[in-house]
């Protein structure tokens, strides 16, 4: 990130391209896919999204920081509740995405389904 780390809108950024699991690099080694973020018509940094099955691991934990310990190890009350929260961010849409999540609660995927198919009926 040679170049762009002192700039007080890359510093402004950079809390949000963290909480998302993007990267930051200077805008002359943006890809195709990368987005060039521009300030008063000047291109200052441009921030590489990671891939869905990537945010995906960054969500479980950032969920797991939260609360303070694996998640394997919360009650069920409380694994359900992570569930609709990463029904609510998509987390559901990636491929093997309640794999990842089941493996991650330390649970089936049918428990997973069964917390889903709980929220829908509630």
Known sequence: MTGIGDDPFVAAVKPLV??????????GEAGADDVVLSWEGVDVVAVRLPQLADSLDHILAALERRQGKPLADLDRKAKQEVVRILEARGAFSVRHGVETVASALGVSRFTVYNYLNREKGA
Request: net charge negative; no cysteine.
């Open 18 to 27: 963290d909480a998302m699991g993007g990267e930051m690099l200077p805008p």
